[in-house]
C-alpha cells in the first residue's frame, strides 16, 4: 500500500447532511482498512442552524491526532465554507457545487478567497442529484461520489458503507442514495477525466478487519456494559449525555438499568449506593456536574465505598464552553475535595483507551474501595477512531472485589488495617458480616472515633491503598525516546496524539526528542516521571488548560523548572504548535 | 410602493416607538423557530413596558437551559446563573436591593429536578421575587430528555423503552409550598401572561408562574401546540383564588385550567 | 433475693430472648435521655423483629443528625452518609439487590432543607424505600437552630428575634408528589409505628413514615412531650386511606392526626 | 511585672461548671493586663455527658501558641481528670475536690496517679460553697477561689470578673458566686498559708487594657458587622455555626439581615446573588459544605461576582471529626473548581487576624470582583485570646467596588480588557449600564462567546486579576529570620503560633533557625517565599493535614525539596513536636 496520510473536511449548514458525509467517509476508508481518526463540530445552539464541519484524517500508518491542514475540503454550503479556507493544505482539492440551490454573490463566495494553488472541482451536485434520483436531498452523496471519483477510491467501498448506513430504511432509500453518489462519481470520471488522482489507489474492502469506527463515548458505554454494569445513575450534561444515551439502549437488554437522576448530587449518592449493596454502578458528567458531586466523593474515599465517575471535560470555569475542549479539570479531580481526601484518578488519550480504562476502573474502584475517576474531554469523548475492536476478558471483567474471610463471621471488622491499607468488603446480604460504613471518622469496626490515634492511622491506611494501586495502574509509557533527550515531552489526556505526532516529525528531522505519557494522573509513578524529566535537558509539558494543572502537579518531581505550553482555545491541541514550540525550546538549547 | 419587507419595517418601528420592545435585548433569541418561549418573552415584555418599570430596578435571573437564555434577550439587567440556582439567587439580589424587581426564570428541569430544593424554601420565606418557569416537559438545551414533568411512558434517546416515573405539577407544589401567589399560564396566550404578571408583580412575597409551553423540537407528542391548544381552557366562571382549599381542589381535579389560581391578597 | 436490680436484668434477658432487640445494635444509641428518638428507634426494632427479617437482608440508610446516627443503633448492614442524601443512596442501593429491605432515616433539615430535591423525585419513582423522617421542627445536633418545620416566630441561638419563614409539611408534601403510601406518626407511640411500619413494607413502592417527635434538649416550646401529647389523635373512625383526595382534605384540615394517610394499595 | 508564662487547665464533667470557670480565668488575667490564649474542649456528643477542658495560657509577654504542660489543674471531677495527668508540667500544682459529692473509687481517683513531683491542694468544693452560698452549684467557683489564693493573685481580679460575667442575672446571682469564690479563697489562705505562691504578685486590674476577649469566631462576625455587612447567608456546621449565631444576634440591630437557608448550595447563590446587587454579603461553611459550593464559587470566578466564604475547617474527608482541628481544605480552596478557576485564598493565623483578614476581604472581593476564601479552623474559630480591641478605619470599611465611568454611559462594557484585569462593575439599579452577568464564556459586553479568541483573552483577564491582587494582599512576614538560616519553617493558619515559639526556643538555645508566615495561600508571592526557601540550608513545612498541603504548593519554588511535617491527630499543633523536628533536623546537617 502507497504511503497515505489524507486529510478530507466537509462543509455546510445544518440540514445539508454534512456530517453523514464525513460520516460515510470515514466508515469507507476504515473499511478500507485506512486508519481513521474523525472529528466533527456543529453549532452549539439547538435551533439548528449554523456551520457543521467534518474532519477525517486518513492514514496507512495508525492516526493518533487530528489532521490540521485539509487536502481535500467538501463544500456543500460555500459561505460557511469560507471558514475552512486557512486550514487548506496548499494544494487542496475543493470540491464544490456549480450549480448551487440558491446564488452566490461575491462576498459569500468560495472561489474568491482560495489559496492560487487550490485544485477546484465545480460539480452540479443538487442538479445531478435531481435527474439521478428524482431529489435534491441526495446532494451531499454526489459530492461524495465526485470526491471518490477524482481521489481513485474504488466507489465499491462507499457503495458498501451506503448500503450499511441506510440499509434500515429500506431497500429504496438505500437504491436512491446510491443513484445520487453514482451521478457524482460519474460526472468527475468523465468530466475531470484528465485530473484524476489515485491517491488510494489499490484500496481494497477489507472485510476481515478487526477495525471498528468509536466515539470515545461509545467506548466508554461498551467499557460499562462489557464490564457488567448493573446500574447507570445520571443527569444530562454536555459531553457526556451520550454516554447515558448508549447505556439507555443496551443496557437494559443485559438487566441493567439506567436512571436518569434529579441532578449530580443524586447521581454519585446513588452510585455510591449501588456499589455498597454490591452492584457495578458509574456515573457520567462534566465540569459543573462534577463539582457539585464533590461532597459525596469525599464520602465514597472516607466511607471506602467503591465509585466510577466520568468526568468528560468541557471549556470552563462554571458553565463556560459546553461544546469545547479543555483538559482543565484535573485540579478539581486530583484536588477537589476538602479533607485529605486523594482518590484515583486515570485519563486515556485516545479511543481505544476510553474503553479499556473504563473496563479497568471498575476493577479499581472494587478492590481499593474508592472513587475512581476517568477523565475524558469533548474531544476524546466525540471523535470517533477507528480502533482494533476492544474485548475484554474474563479476566478484565472479573469481580475484584476483597472479600471477607468465611472466619472474620461475627467478629468482622470492615475497616481492619493491613499493610496494603486495604480491608475485607462484605456485601449487604451477607450472613455475620453486617456492619455500618461512615462518613465519620472510625475505628477498623466503623465505630466513630475522632481520638488522634484513630485519625491518625486511618488516613494513613487510606492513603497507602492508593499507593498499593499504583501496582495496578498503567506506568508512564516513552515514545519515540532514548537514553537522553534535548527535549521530554509529557502529555495526557487528548493532547496526547499531537505530542506524539509532534516528537515524530522532530525526531525524522535529527532532533534529540521524546514524550512520556501519563495515564494515572494520582496517584503517580513519580520514580519514572522523575527519571524521564532528569534524563530531558528541557522538560515541556503542553496541555489544553492555562494554569498548567499537570505541571502543577509533577513539576516538583525535578529540580530544574518545567516548560509549559497552554492553550485555552477550546479546540484540540495542533501538532504544529508543539512541533514549534519544541522547535523553540531546541534553538534556545543550541545558542 | 408598500412592499411586504416595507410594511414589515414599518410595523416593527412602530412598535419600537410604542415602547413595547424596550424590554427586549438587542440579541435576537436563539431559540428554534416556532418555540412556545417567544409568547412568554412578548409576554413579560409588554408586562415591563405596561408597568412603565425603569429597566436599570429590574433584574432578571436566568438557569441554565434554552429558557436558561432568558436573561440574554431582556434589555433589563441580568444575571445568568448556573443550573438549578434561579431562586437562592434572586433572594440574595432581592434583599440586598428591595426597590428592585426581579423575575428567576428556569425550565422544568432547571426547577424542579436540579433545582427542586429551592423552591419550597423561597415559597415559605415569600421573598418578593417573580418566578416564571417555563414547563415544557422536556430538557430542550440538551437535546431532549425527558423531565420531571414528563408524562410516563415517554420516549426520547435517553428513555427509549419509555420513562417509568410519574410527573410532578408544579402548581400544586407551589400551593403546597404556601406560596403566596399562584398562577397557572399558557405560552401560547402572551397576553394572558402579561395579565397574570401584571397582578402577581403587586404580590409584596413570592409569586409563581407556572407557564405551559412547547418544545416543537424535542417533543412531538406531549405539550405539542396542538395538544396544548386543545387542553387548555380559562378557570371557572367565579373562580375565587383567595380560597386555598378550593385552589387545592381546582387543581387536583384539573390539570389544565389557565389563570390565577391562587392569590393571598397580601399587601405591601 | 429479688433486688430491683435483678429484676432488670431478668427482663432485658427475657427481651432479648425473644428477638425484640435483635435490630438494636450493642452500641447504646447517644441521643440525650428523653429524646423522642427512642420511641422511633423502638417501633422499628419491633417492626424488624415482628416481621422476622434477616437483619443481614436489611440495610439502614441515614443522615447526619441526632436521627442520622441510627445507623450506628441499628444491628442491620447500615450506611451512615452526608446529610440529606439518604433517598437516592437508598436508591442505588434498592436497585442494586431488590431483595434488602431499605430503611432510609433522617431528621426534618437532612430531608426537608439540604435534601429537599431527592424527595419528590424518589416518591415520583416509586422506589421501594421505606423512609422514616424524624421530625422535630429542629436541628438537634448543631444545638438547636430552626428547621423548615419551626414554627413563625421560632426563638434560637440562629433566630434571636424569632423566625419568620413558614413551615412546610411533609405529609402534604408527599401526597403532592405522588407518594404511594404516606404514614404520619407519633414517636410517642411506638406500637403505632411498629404497626404502620408493618403495613408500609408491604408497600412494593416508596413508604413515607412522617414521624412527629420530640427535641427536649433544644425544643422547649413547640413539639415538647406535652403539646405533642395533647395535640396528637388517631385518623378520623372509618378514614379511608386509600382514597387520595380524602387524604388531601385530611391533611389540610388537621395537622395532628395520626395513622395511615395514604396507601394506594399496590401489590406485588 | 516578674516574667510569667503559665498554663492552667480546668476539667471537670458537662454540667460542673468548667467551661465558666476557665472563661473567668482567662478574663481575670486579661484584666491584669497579661497575654491569654484559651481553648476549650467538650463532648462532640450532644447529650451532654462527657468531658470539658480548659486550657488557659497567660504570660507576660505575648502568648501566640496553646500551653502544652498545665502548671495548675483544677479537678472538678477526679476521674475525668485522670486523662490530663500526661499533660502536667513536673511540679503542677493540682487543685481537687477534698469531699468529692460522690466517693472516688481507687480506680477512678486522680491522686493515685499524679506524678511524684504534683504539689497537691486538696479543697472541700463542695462543702464550703454549701455553707457559704446553701448551694453546692457554686463549687467551681469555690475551687477558683482557693486557686487564686495559692497563686497570688488579687481577688479583686476575680470579683471583678465574675461581677460582669453574672450582673445580668443580677446581684442576687453574683453574691452568690462571689460568696462561693470567697469561700474557696479563704480556705486556701488559711489551710495553706505556708505554701501560698506570688506567681502572679503584682498584678493589678488594668481596666484601661485596650484588650478584649475575643474567639475567632467572635472576631470574624464583628469584622462583618465592621465592614458593613448587609446580608448573611448560611447553613449550620460545626465549627462555623457561632459566626452564624453571632451575627444573627447583632446584624439586624444595624439593619442587615442573617437568612439560614435550605443548604449551603443556596447560601452561595444568595451571597453571588446579594454581592451582584451591590450589598456585602458572606457566608461561612466547613468542609462538607464547602464542597457543596465549589460550582457556585467558579460561577463567582467566571461572571465575575464578589463573595467572601469563610471555610471553618474541620478533621476530614467527608463528616469527618466535626469537632476536631485540622488544615485539610486547603487543596479544595486553591484547586477545588473544574476549569482554570483560580480564585482568592487567605488564612488568618490568630484571632487578630480573623478579623483583620475578613474586614479585608469584603475590600478583596469587590475590588478584585471574585469570591475569596477564608481558610480558618476549628482551634482557631474556638480559642480566645485577649486582643488589642480591633476597630476598622474608615478607609478599612471603605467600597473599594471600581464603578464604571459616566462616559461610557449607554456603549458599557460589563468584561472590559484592562492591563491590571479589572473591568468596572456596574450595580443594578445605575440607570444605562444594564448588562447581563454570565458563567458562559463571554465577550467584553458579556455576549456568550466561545471563539479561542475570545477564551484565550479572557482566561488570561481572569488570572492578570489575581496577580494584580497581590500588591493588596499581605505579604509573606518573616520572624525571628536572618540573611541564612539553617532551617527555614514555613507555616499558615492556626500552626503558625506554634511555629513562631518553638522557632523562638530554639533560637534562644542559639540555633539558626526562622519562619515564614503565609497568610497569601493564593495567589502567592512567590518571590518573597523562593527567596526564603532559598537561603534556608532546609526548608520545614508543618501542617496538620496528611497530604502537606502548602507542601505541595508551593514546594516547586525551590529546587531542594522540602521537609514536611503532617499531624492529622484533630489537635492543635504542638509546639514541642516542631522544636523536636527542627533539632533532628539540625542534627542531621551537623553530622
Ligand atoms: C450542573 C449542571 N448539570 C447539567 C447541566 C446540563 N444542562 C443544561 S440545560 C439542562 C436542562 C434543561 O432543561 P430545562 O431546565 O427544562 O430547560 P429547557 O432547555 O427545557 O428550557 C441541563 C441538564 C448543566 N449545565 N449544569
Ligand atoms: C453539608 C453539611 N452541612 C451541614 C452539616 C451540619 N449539620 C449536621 S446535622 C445538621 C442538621 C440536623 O438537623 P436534622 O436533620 O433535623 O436532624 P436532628 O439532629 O434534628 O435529628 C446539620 C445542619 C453537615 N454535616 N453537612
Ligand atoms: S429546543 Fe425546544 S425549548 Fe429549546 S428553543 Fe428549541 S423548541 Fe424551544
Ligand atoms: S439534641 Fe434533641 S434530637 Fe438530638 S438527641 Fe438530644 S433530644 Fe434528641
Ligand atoms: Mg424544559
Ligand atoms: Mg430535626
Redesign the interface.
Known amino acids: 500500500m502507497t504511503e497515505v496520510d489524507f486529510t478530507v473536511e466537509v462543509c455546510g449548514m445544518a440540514g445539508d447532511g454534512t456530517i453523514a458525509v464525513g460520516g460515510l467517509i470515514n466508515e469507507a476508508m476504515s473499511l478500507g482498512a485506512f486508519s481513521v481518526l474523525g472529528f466533527d463540530s456543529y453549532p452549539a445552539e439547538i435551533r439548528g442552524f449554523g456551520r457543521c464541519v467534518t474532519n477525517s484524517r486518513i492514514g496507512s500508518s495508525e492516526i493518533v491526532a487530528l489532521g490540521e491542514q485539509a487536502h481535500a475540503l467538501i463544500s456543500l454550503n460555500d459561505e460557511q465554507s469560507r471558514s475552512r479556507v486557512p486550514f487548506l493544505a496548499e494544494d487542496c482539492m475543493v470540491f464544490f457545487d456549480s450549480a448551487p440551490p440558491t446564488k452566490v454573490t461575491e462576498d459569500k463566495s468560495l472561489l474568491s478567497v482560495l489559496p492560487p494553488g487550490a485544485q477546484i472541482f465545480g460539480i452540479p451536485f443538487g442538479n445531478l442529484a435531481v435527474s439521478a434520483a428524482g431529489s435534491a436531498r441526495g446532494r451531499n452523496l454526489t459530492a461524495l461520489g465526485g470526491f471518490a471519483a477524482v481521489c481513485g477510491i474504488s466507489p465499491d467501498l462507499f457503495r458498501e458503507v451506503i448500503g450499511k448506513k441506510f440499509g434500515s430504511k429500506g431497500d429504496h432509500i438505500v437504491s436512491v442514495n446510491l443513484k445520487s453518489f453514482d451521478a457524482g462519481y460519474e460526472y468527475s470520471k468523465s468530466v475531470f477525466a484528465n485530473r484524476l488522482g489515485n491517491i488510494f489507489s489499490d484500496v481494497e474492502s477489507n472485510a476481515a478487519s478487526p477495525r471498528v469506527m468509536l466515539s470515545g463515548n461509545q467506548a466508554i458505554g461498551m467499557a460499562a456494559i462489557d464490564a457488567g454494569l448493573k446500574l447507570y445513575f445520571g443527569y444530562p450534561i454536555t459531553p457526556a449525555t451520550p454516554i447515558m444515551e448508549y447505556l439507555a439502549k443496551y443496557l437494559p437488554k443485559q438487566g441493567g438499568r439506567v436512571v436518569q437522576m434529579e441532578d449530580e448530587i443524586s447521581s454519585i449518592a446513588a452510585v455510591l449506593g449501588g456499589f455498597y449493596a454490591g452492584a457495578r454502578a458509574m456515573t457520567a458528567t462534566s465540569g459543573p456536574g462534577f463539582a457539585l458531586m464533590t461532597e459525596l466523593i469525599t464520602h465514597g474515599v472516607m466511607a471506602e465505598i467503591p465509585a466510577v465517575i466520568i468526568d468528560a471535560q468541557r471549556g470552563g470555569p462554571s458553565t463556560g464552553l459546553p461544546t469545547k475542549t479543555e483538559q482543565s479539570d484535573l485540579h478539581a479531580a486530583v484536588f477537589g475535595g476538602p479533607g485529605d481526601s486523594a482518590r484515583i484518578v486515570i485519563a486515556p488519550t485516545n479511543v481505544s483507551e476510553c474503553y479499556y480504562f473504563v473496563l479497568k476502573s471498575f476493577q479499581l474502584a472494587e478492590k481499593y474501595q474508592t472513587p475512581v475517576i476517568i477523565l475524558t474531554d469533548f474531544f476524546l469523548d466525540n471523535r470517533v477512531e477507528n480502533v482494533v475492536a476492544p474485548k475484554a476478558s474474563e479476566e478484565q471483567k472479573a469481580c475484584s472485589n476483597v472479600f471477607p474471610e468465611e472466619s472474620s463471621k461475627d467478629n468482622y471488622q470492615r475497616y481492619h488495617y493491613s499493610s496494603s491499607g486495604i480491608s475485607p468488603r462484605a456485601i449487604p446480604g451477607m450472613e455475620g458480616f453486617n456492619f455500618t460504613a461512615t462518613g465519620l471518622e472510625h475505628t477498623e469496626k466503623g465505630i466513630p472515633d475522632y481520638s488522634p490515634e484513630t485519625h491518625s492511622r486511618m488516613t494513613e491506611k487510606r492513603h497507602q491503598k492508593l499507593f498499593s494501586a499504583l501496582v495496578d495502574l498503567k506506568e508512564p509509557e516513552e515514545f519515540l525516546s532514548g537514553d537522553s533527550l534535548d527535549v521530554g515531552v509529557i502529555g495526557w489526556g487528548s493532547t496526547f496524539g499531537s505530542i506524539v505526532e509532534a516528537v515524530q516529525r522532530l525526531r525524522k528531522s535529527g532532533f534529540s526528542v521524546g514524550a512520556l505519557k501519563i495515564s494515572s494522573i494520582f496517584p503517580l509513578h513519580s520514580e519514572i516521571i522523575r527519571k524521564f524529566m532528569a534524563k530531558s535537558t528541557v522538560v515541556l509539558i503542553p496541555e489544553l488548560n492555562y494554569e498548567g494543572q499537570l505541571a502543577n502537579l509533577i513539576g516538583h518531581l525535578d529540580s530544574k523548572p518545567v516548560e509549559r505550553l497552554n492553550l485555552v482555545t477550546g479546540t484540540p491541541m495542533p501538532t504544529s504548535v508543539i512541533q514549534e514550540r519544541i522547535y523553540q525550546l531546541m534553538e534556545v538549547l543550541a545558542q | 410602493m408598500k412592499t411586504p419587507a416595507r410594511v414589515l419595517v414599518e410595523q416593527v418601528r412602530n412598535i419600537r416607538e410604542s415602547g413595547r420592545f424596550a424590554a427586549r435585548?438587542n440579541?435576537l433569541p436563539?431559540?428554534?423557530?416556532g418555540?412556545g418561549y417567544f409568547g412568554i418573552h412578548q409576554g413579560l415584555s409588554d408586562c415591563i413596558a405596561e408597568l412603565g418599570l425603569?429597566?436599570?430596578?429590574?433584574?432578571?435571573?436566568s438557569g441554565?437551559g434554552?429558557a436558561g437564555r432568558y436573561?440574554?434577550f431582556?434589555?433589563?439587567?441580568?444575571?445568568?446563573?448556573?443550573?438549578?440556582?434561579t431562586?437562592?439567587?434572586?433572594?440574595?439580589?432581592?434583599?440586598?436591593?428591595p426597590?428592585?424587581t426581579v423575575f428567576a426564570i428556569g425550565g422544568d428541569g432547571d426547577g424542579?429536578?436540579?433545582?427542586?430544593?429551592?423552591f419550597?424554601?423561597i415559597a415559605?420565606?415569600?421573598i418578593n421575587v417573580n418566578y416564571l418557569l417555563f414547563d415544557n416537559s422536556i430538557?430542550?438545551?440538551?437535546?431532549g430528555?425527558?423531565s420531571?414533568t414528563s408524562p410516563v411512558g415517554s420516549k426520547t434517546?435517553?428513555?427509549?423503552?419509555g420513562t417509568?416515573?410519574?410527573?410532578?405539577?408544579a402548581t400544586?407544589?407551589a400551593l403546597?409550598?404556601?406560596a403566596s401567589f399562584v398562577a397557572r399560564l399558557f405560552a401560547g396566550d402572551p397576553k394572558g401572561i402579561t395579565k397574570a404578571l401584571i397582578e402577581g408583580i403587586k404580590n409584596p412575597g413570592f409569586s409563581i408562574f407556572h407557564i405551559y409551553t412547547s418544545c416543537v423540537?424535542f417533543d412531538k407528542t406531549f405539550k405539542t401546540w396542538t395538544n396544548l391548544k386543545k387542553w387548555v381552557h380559562p378557570l371557572p366562571k367565579g373562580y375565587d383564588p383567595t380560597d386555598m382549599?378550593k385552589a387545592?381542589d381546582e387543581v387536583?381535579s384539573d390539570d389544565f385550567s389557565m389563570g390565577i389560581i391562587y392569590n393571598r391578597g397580601e399587601q405591601l
Open positions: 435585548s440579541a436563539t431559540w428554534c423557530p418555540c425603569s429597566l436599570h430596578d429590574v433584574v432578571t435571573v441554565i434554552c436573561a440574554f431582556s434589555s433589563t439587567y441580568g444575571l445568568h446563573m448556573v443550573h438549578g440556582r431562586l437562592p439567587t434572586a433572594t440574595g439580589i432581592k434583599l440586598a436591593n426597590r428592585l424542579l429536578a436540579i433545582g427542586a430544593a429551592h419550597p424554601h415559605r420565606r415569600n430538557y430542550g438545551l440538551t437535546k430528555q425527558p420531571p434517546k435517553a428513555s427509549p423503552y417509568l416515573d410519574s410527573p410532578l405539577n400544586l407544589m403546597t409550598y404556601g423540537t382549599r387545592f387536583l
